[in-house]
């Protein structure tokens, strides 16, 4: 486990970095397309003409031989929870890592977040919830997220999106907006998240690195595959075989589109040695346009 400073120094580095991006998500749409999620009630009060009927409480009204309407307000609070995908096949990138991609990301949102004055918490998974810290407010909380991610030792090397999804519902009760970060290598996911989506606004960022999708050509190379340890031997220089693994690779994620699709899930598709700022606008500007229609 990295040491107190080492941590100290990554999460000061990872709030620089994502700071101007940060006040341009503040200063753009971020406010605009994370409304409240819903009404609360506010108060009793008289009626006055022009007040609709259906507010009426008729227990008060009938009380008091007067009629008294429910106040509602529009509920500010929003929850802003992180599913993070921590299993080693996170660890893959050519320049730099997915993991570490996804925290820098993952960080600008909770810092967007915080200067909206959300709370926000974390899931932390592999093939199981690793880690789970309840939604709060606050820069020192938002601190201590950044820090965990960072400095995290995962206990188990595979993913279960399955069971990890079904956590979330099962602790999360009031509607929330719920980021899923992963690179979404698993299976047979789509029931959760569907029951998700249902009760919260989910988006999806999938985080990939180009070389899992196009193999170079390096002749003779031992691939492994980090979550299993099972290794195997292949030519690179194969035309055949490239053009094999791509097809296979393509029909994954157009399996994955569709899933996201069909559940409505909006979905944000990060690239380790891309910047993440041009899918992150891109996002919001398309989720912004949506709500003022």
């Known amino acids: 486990m990295p040491e107190t400073k080492e941590i100290i120094k990554q999460v ?3 709030e620089i970095v994502t700071r101007n991006l940060v006040d341009g998500l503040i200063a753009g749409s971020y406010h605009s397309i994370f409304k409240g999620q819903g009404i609360e009630f506010s108060e009793i009060r008289d009626y ?8 009426i409480d008729w227990k008060v009204t009938a009380r008091f031989d007067h009629p008294f309407v429910k106040e509602f ?3 500010r609070d929003l929850r802003v929870y992180f599913v993070f995908d921590y299993s080693a096949s996170s660890s893959f990138g050519n320049l730099v890592e997915k993991r570490r991609k996804a925290i820098e990301l993952t960080a600008t949102l909770m810092f967007s977040a915080m200067r909206n004055n959300d709370k926000v918490g974390i899931f932390i998974f592999t093939e ?9 407010k606050g820069r020192r909380h938002i601190l201590k997220l950044i820090s965990t991610l960072v400095s995290h030792q995962p206990e188990n090397k595979k993913t279960n999106l399955k069971k990890a999804l079904s956590y979330v519902a099962n602790i999360v009760k009031k509607r929330s907006i719920i980021f899923i970060v992963s690179d979404f290598y698993d299976q047979d996911f789509a029931k959760q998240l569907k ?5 919260h606004d989910v988006i999806a960022i999938k985080v990939n690195d180009n070389r899992e999708a196009n193999l170079p050509d390096v002749g003779l190379i031992q691939l492994e595959d980090e979550e299993t340890g099972e290794q195997i031997l292949v030519d690179t220089s194969d035309e055949a075989f490239r053009s094999n693994y791509s097809n296979i690779v393509s029909k994954e994620e157009r399996r994955l589109n569709h899933i996201f699709k069909r559940h409505k899930v909006d979905t944000v598709n990060i690239i380790t040695d891309e910047p993440y700022e041009y899918p992150l606008r891109k ?5 912004q346009k949506r709500v003022m229609r």
């Not at 199981?128 to 709060?136: H, L, N, Q, T």
């Open 12 to 14: 000061k580095k990872i």
């Open 48 to 55: 006055r003409p022009g007040d609709d009927i259906r507010a």
């Open 73 to 75: 307000i529009e509920e």
């Open 128 to 136: 199981d919830i690793e880690k789970f810290i309840p939604a709060r």
């Open 195 to 199: 029951i998700l989506k249902n009760r």
């Open 283 to 287: 996002f919001f500007k398309t989720r």
